[in-house]
């Protein structure tokens, strides 16, 4: 970007300029010439140890105010500390206050450079308001505090200057004055409002990280499994989310939300359990979720609001990666859909779904046609990928055809608080560079007001967020800034000598593209998605389970899995294999060969559904592959029956069949839904068929007959032989007892017996083989040698 244009109508003095630039030069001659000396002789011992500007580090802690007024007096406090290896004596440490910097690039410039300058660095301010050290000894680190008067800092025009603070002293080796360390910043000089100020737009991302599995409990209120308890972390008063929430209700910033993250958390005001190996403990963290939700909802009254698609999908995955696998596009509308009624509902107020914003405001033509499919008609995009060829900074909306705006967030900016800011010294110096490069963009062009929005990082730390708060703070005077939201910042009239291209798909960075949802990523949301179509038609209450796996197929394409493909894989395999796991509990209970003896009988399929929901809208088919030996229903192959069973039961179907010829026969049973589609594993069997015809049954009857027959002459015979034998031992006076026996010598009472019609036989029915249990305990295979009724 060209900004080397310098401020219009701000030139110092060019006799006072002179005279200041002369100064240094002759001020700062000793301690080039110092440093030229002590450079020409390095000790060998010194070689590598910190020496120069560089041997005592300079941290600048605080300074205060960070842009200050005339009548201001400017306090900096921080510490010095010796990394060389001698003793600094007589040191002193002072302010300078450098040339004023005419444009955003020399501002970058001067925050690169890290050796002393005489002519950028000017001459110190009156010693009395130096910080004297009698020593600095190796390693030891001071404390100090530097006051002095703004007017004592020679001031003059609006501007941005470069501020120096420098250690000078002297060491055993080097007995002589020198600079021994440095650091600089910015001080931004407009003491009094301007007439026209910069319209200032500041995000406030409020995004967390999946936390929420896919899995319920059976309970009525479905009770919420959760990962772990990383959230409550982030949702403590000293937390990053807590932070966030409460630094952003003092300022004026356009809210930006990730709709899952309250959806996520609304979870957790109720009961919810948290995986612990291979079971889940109840949550503990009601009170602080419900805390930090009333927070939110205080903070957003009378404020901005934009809901981002639930679950913050990426964009440039869908874009690059995604929109060549069947249905990817569709979760982007049912996200966005689902997120304007999850804010709308939690937090009462009713949200802004019209943009859109990929990671890092990088853009390109197909990223911007999927943010666009959807229904948003704004996108966020950054200077860095959007570039304007401009020597000042153009107003961030711009139309880029098809309806769309593009609103550009500064980079520079944007990116102000991505490093460490956990350590003052980074934070005071971010800080005072983002205020300066605030002020230089409302000096570029002081005629026409413009407007800039700031979309920083999407998951600042809490100490991130802290320094961007003092900033955003900072700005509150209003003397070249006034606060606007993001859906007045799109409004704005666009400038004209903006850039509306949008960038090539070839032009998209290479370390974004990287960290990017692989193809097969999309391919596994998408065969997730297809069993959840196909087990969703079955169920009588669609709603305990589409909506927990609805959301946690949006969280799979969520931007948060950036840098985390492996964790987004194990999330993506946990939440189907629990799906898997739902709709094989509806399921055929297994059956071994059973046996039908005659020429029709009933062949019982079992279904068992171990839901907590009833089943509804199924079918069960029973196919013979051999309707010449045993057909069904009236000589089909093919007979099917409807299936409804409630939750928790099973239900023993029963199928008509015929037997028409001896032999095994090989049966399969498959559950299909109404449209079709099969449903659950096919399950196999064997019918071992053994008829039994009218000739086979009167030989089995003649051949019992016989048996009795035989069994009632053996009887006699025995009954006379016992009867002769009592005849031979009786007297010889009881013969005439033998006359009345029959002539032919046999027991009158046998002829009786014979003539008798009342012989008892066996019943020649048999009883139908009892029919197979069937109820919703069983699940396991009926056992060998099973009968069919009949």
């Given amino acids: 970007m060209a900004e080397a244009a310098h401020f219009q109508g701000m030139s110092p003095s060019p006799a006072r300029r002179w005279l200041r630039r002369t100064a240094a030069l002759i001020a700062g001659a000793p301690l080039v010439a110092g440093l030229l000396i002590g450079a020409a002789a390095p000790s060998a011992s010194a070689a590598d140890e910190p020496s120069g500007s560089r041997a005592v580090d300079v941290s600048l802690n605080t300074l205060t105010p960070v842009a200050p007024g005339k009548n201001d007096t400017l306090t900096i406090s921080g510490t010095v500390t010796n990394k060389g290896k001698q003793t600094v004596t007589d040191a002193q440490l002072d302010l300078r206050v450098g040339p004023r910097l005419s444009s955003r690039t020399s501002i970058d410039r001067a925050a690169e450079r ?13 010693d009395k308001y130096a910080v004297k050290f009698p020593e600095l000894v190796s390693g030891i680190s001071r404390d100090f505090t530097l006051s002095v008067p ?71 209120q479905q009770t919420p499994v959760f990962e772990d308890e990383a959230l409550a972390a982030e949702l403590a008063p000293d937390g990053r989310l807590g932070q966030l929430v409460s630094l952003g209700s003092k300022l004026p910033v356009t809210w930006v939300i990730d709709p899952d993250l309250l959806a996520t958390v609304d979870a957790m005001t109720r009961n919810y359990q948290v995986k612990s190996g291979n079971t889940t403990v109840a949550g503990k963290n009601q009170a602080l979720a419900e805390q930090w939700l009333n927070s939110v909802e205080a903070a957003v009254q009378g404020r901005k609001v934009v809901a981002l698609p639930f679950a913050d999908p990426d964009l440039a995955s869908l874009a690059h990666r995604g929109k060549n696998v069947s249905g990817s596009l569709s979760h982007l509308q049912s996200a966005t859909e689902v997120a304007e009624k999850t804010v709308e509902t939690i937090l009462h107020v009713k949200p802004s779904t019209d943009f859109a914003w990929p990671v890092d405001g990088a853009i390109d033509s197909s990223i911007v046609d ?58 005071t110096l971010a800080i005072q560079e983002f205020l300066a490069q605030t002020l230089s963009v409302a000096l570029q062009d002081t005629d026409n007001q413009r ?20 900033a955003v703070e ?152 051999n309707a010449t030996r045993l057909s069904l229903d009236d000589d089909k192959a093919i007979a099917a029956k409807p299936i409804k069973v409630e939750g928790g039961h099973s239900q023993s179907v029963k199928f008509d069949a015929a037997a028409n010829a001896n032999g095994p026969v090989q049966m399969t049973a498959q559950l299909y839904t109404e449209d079709g589609k099969p449903y659950g594993k096919a399950m196999h069997f064997t019918v071992k068929v053994s008829e039994i015809t009218p000739t086979v049954m009167l030989v089995i009857a003649g051949g019992v007959l016989l048996l009795v027959l035989a069994g009632v002459r053996m ?10 034998a009592e005849t031979a031992e009786a007297p010889e006076d009881s013969a005439s007892d033998d006359a009345e026996l029959a002539p032919d010598g046999d027991d009158p009472s046998d002829h009786a017996e014979q003539s008798s019609g009342d012989i008892d036989r066996p019943d020649p029915g048999q009883a139908s083989d009892p029919t197979p249990n069937t109820g919703p305990e069983s699940g396991d295979p009926s056992g060998t040698g099973e009968k069919v009724d009949r």
Avoid: C
Avoid at 539 to 559: H, N
């Fill in 114 to 126: 890290t050796g002393y300058a005489a002519d950028a660095d000017a001459p110190a301010v009156d």
């Fill in 150 to 220: 703004v007017g004592e800092l020679e001031l003059d025009d609006d501007g941005v200057y470069q501020l120096g603070v420098t250690v000078r002293g002297q060491t055993p080796d080097e007995p002589f004055e020198q600079l021994k360390g440095i650091e600089r910043t910015f001080l931004p000089w407009q003491p009094e409002a301007a007439e026209k100020k910069t319209q200032f737009t500041y995000l406030w991302p409020l995004i967390s990280s999946t936390h929420l599995t896919s899995e319920t409990g059976s309970d009525e």
């Fill in 370 to 427: 999927v943010a666009t499919s959807a229904g948003a008609h704004k996108v966020i995009a950054r200077s860095d990928s959007l570039r304007d060829d401009l020597p000042y900074t153009a107003s961030a909306a711009r139309p880029i055809g098809g309806g769309t705006t593009a609103v550009v967030a500064d980079s520079r900016l944007s990116t102000a608080f991505q490093g460490d800011m956990l350590n003052a010294g980074s934070s």
């Fill in 451 to 470: 407007s800039i929005v700031v979309a920083p990082q999407r998951m600042p730390t809490a100490s991130q967020a802290q320094s961007m708060a003092r």
């Fill in 474 to 625: 900072a700005l509150s005077a209003q003397r070249w800034t006034q606060p606007v939201d993001l859906i007045a910042a799109a409004g704005a009239k666009p400038d004209a000598n903006a850039t509306t291209k949008v960038p090539s798909a070839s032009r998209y960075p290479d370390r974004l593209r990287k960290q990017e949802l692989p193809v097969h990523a999309f391919r596994d949301i998408r065969n997730t998605q297809n069993e959840l179509d196909s087990f969703k038609v079955i169920l009588t209450a669609q709603d305990r389970v589409v909506t927990p796996f609805g959301r946690a197929i949006d969280r799979e394409m969520s931007t948060t899995w950036r840098g985390a493909l492996v964790a987004a894989q194990g999330y993506r395999g946990d939440v189907r294999t629990y799906l898997q796991g739902l709709t094989e509990q509806v399921q055929l209970i297994e059956k071994s060969q059973i046996t039908l003896s005659g020429r029709s009988a009933t062949i019982p399929v079992t279904v068992q559904n171990r839901l907590v929901q009833g089943i509804d809208h199924l079918v069960l088919r029973l196919e013979s592959d």
């Fill in 715 to 724: 009887y006699t015979q025995r009954k006379r032989a016992a009867a002769r």
